[in-house]
């Protein structure tokens, strides 16, 4: 069984500041990418930023030079950095993870609970 499971979310004022964390845990051989979508209320879920392997980084357009997105695969936690925050990134943030599962040959996606982040003008 592999969980996710977010932290950091909260509430701050328009400018501020503000680290998620998705800590993945359970019986996972490898994590090929993890990332942060969020939904606001009456709208899709939208893709914020994600990270393969490799490090390699993709963010939306609304949040680039913002947001920065990481991740420690010692310790399969993926973490987003959020600068500069406006009214409109309050959301519901949800943690994405392609994972392996030990003992599966494919790649699964699993999903955090979400987190809420409001940001206040």
């Given at each position: 069984q592999v969980q996710l499971v977010e932290?950091?979310?909260?509430?701050?004022?328009?400018?501020?500041?503000?680290?998620?964390?998705?800590?993945?845990?359970?019986?996972?051989?490898?994590?090929?990418?993890?990332?942060?979508?969020?939904?606001?209320?009456?709208?899709?879920?939208?893709?914020?930023?994600?990270?393969?392997s490799d490090g390699r980084t993709n963010y939306a357009d609304s949040v680039k030079g913002r947001f920065t997105i990481s991740r420690d695969n010692a310790q399969n936690t993926g973490y987003m950095q959020m600068n500069s925050l406006k009214p409109e990134d309050t959301a519901v943030y949800f943690c994405h993870g392609a994972i392996r599962p030990w003992g599966r040959l494919g790649v699964y996606d699993y999903w955090g609970q979400g987190t809420q982040v409001t940001v206040s003008s």
């Open positions: 932290s950091g979310g909260g509430l701050v004022q328009a400018g501020g500041s503000l680290r998620l964390s998705c800590a993945a845990s359970g019986s996972i051989f490898s994590i090929n990418a993890m990332g942060w979508y969020r939904q606001a209320p009456g709208k899709q879920r939208e893709l914020v930023a994600d990270i393969d």
